[in-house]
């Protein structure tokens, strides 16, 4: 997906989504936008938090959401399994790889170029798989985390 003007990838997105049968409602749109303008992974908890949601909608339909677009396959979750999930947007052509601290369970997007490209269209050409993507989140410690230690 082209990097488009934000109203135009919340509007692909929430056709995307009315498409696997999901309603358009005020939320799920106010959502998408503050996901899309992050463009980054984020907590629950965060996201309840954002200015655009706190005051419109409550942070268990908006997890429910989540969740419901998890499942469509428009959003995924990262993080360490003994930290809470932050969520993020999954749209297709379109991926960063993770940096995720042990410690505070932050998590970030490597500004790097995605370095297993080549492995995917080997794997691609090897498996015969069609529709062929990867997930590649690295784990460490970050510096905030090691002044605190
Ligand atoms: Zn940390
Ligand atoms: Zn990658």
Redesign the pocket.
């Known amino acids: 997906m082209k990097r488009e003007p934000l109203e135009a990838r919340i509007d692909w997105a929430l056709n995307f989504c009315r498409e696997k049968g999901m309603r358009r409602t005020h939320a799920l749109r106010q959502i998408l936008r503050v996901l899309f303008k992050l463009d980054r992974p984020i907590g629950w908890a965060n996201l309840a938090r954002e200015p655009a949601l706190a005051d419109s909608c409550d942070p268990s339909s908006i997890f429910r959401i989540l969740v419901k677009l998890e499942e469509i396959g428009l959003v995924r979750r990262v993080g360490s399994p003994e930290r809470s999930y932050y969520f993020m947007l999954n749209l297709p052509g379109e991926?960063?790889?993770h940096i995720i601290c042990r410690e505070c369970g932050k998590i970030e997007n490597l500004a790097m170029e995605?370095?297993?490209?080549k492995l995917?269209k080997k794997v691609t050409a090897k498996t015969g798989y069609g529709d062929v993507y990867?997930e590649?989140d690295f784990f460490g410690v970050c510096p905030d985390c090691q002044t605190s230690a």
Do not use: I, M, T
């Open positions: 991926h960063h790889e995605c370095p297993v490209e995917e990867h590649l």
